[in-house]
């Protein structure tokens, strides 16, 4: 882990780690700010063509970097699935789904659709191994994976307030505790449902334009996270 800045304000350390390595050998980045309070879990680029929550991690990092002046310790990972990201495509370099490849009890090896490839075992991707490794050694309290969808929604999976009330209030996203199909595999089965990390799958508008995804989420999330470390 190198530690990159201590400018020696309240909780502003940045770190780096390596998250893990993807089907191809990259990076899977990492960066975490603060030592103490809460430990909050945020995730972009599961779905590597999901490009809006990317942009959206990697603008929180930039500005928790700047001024993270509550107790909380956060850690992001701005793009889980890199390969995916890197081709365009919202599976991994193995063609497969990664928010339907994790180890849960309604695990299933019958794909929805060829968009959603479970594949062939549970937890077959390095991307999830990774992930999975890090929520079974790391105290996580909360999680937040940022997708994109043509219908925008805060899908809640354990208990999410006050957060997801907050972000609902001031995004105007409505808040669902199923996305209106099976998602069998998912994080917020294997997180929220399964092992008592509230995890809401924040499914931001698809295509729109980033700055104003920015503007509107990332505030929001700033502003949530700042009453996150305060409960
Ligand atoms: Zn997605």
């Given at each position: 882990m190198i530690q990159l800045v201590n400018d020696g304000s309240y909780n502003s350390v940045m770190k780096y780690f390596l998250f893990g390595r993807s089907k191809n050998g990259l990076a899977i980045d990492a960066i975490s700010f603060g030592s103490t309070g809460k430990h909050v879990l945020i995730l972009g680029g599961v779905h590597g063509d999901e490009i809006e929550g990317v942009a959206l991690v990697k603008f929180l990092v930039a500005e928790l970097s700047e001024n993270l002046d509550f107790p909380l310790k956060v850690t992001l990972v701005p793009c889980l699935n890199i390969d995916g990201f890197l081709a365009g495509t919202r599976q991994n370099a193995n063609n497969v789904d990664l928010n339907r490849n994790l180890p849960t009890a309604d695990w299933n090896p019958t794909a929805f659709n060829d968009r959603y490839s479970p594949g062939d075992v549970a937890n077959s991707e390095l991307e999830n191994k990774a992930l999975v490794e890090f929520i079974k050694t790391q105290r996580i309290d909360f999680i937040l994976s940022l997708h994109s969808f043509s219908r925008s929604l805060l899908n809640v999976n354990g208990n999410c307030e006050p957060v997801s009330s907050l972000i609902s209030d001031l995004t105007g996203l409505p808040i669902e505790e199923s996305i209106g199909y099976p998602t069998p595999g998912c994080l917020g089965t294997y997180a929220?449902?399964?092992?008592?990390?509230p995890t809401i799958t924040y499914e931001l508008p698809r295509g729109s334009d980033i700055r104003e995804i920015i503007k509107l989420h990332g505030e929001s999330i700033k502003e949530a996270l700042k009453v996150y470390a305060s409960c």
């Open positions: 929220g449902l399964e092992r008592n990390i």
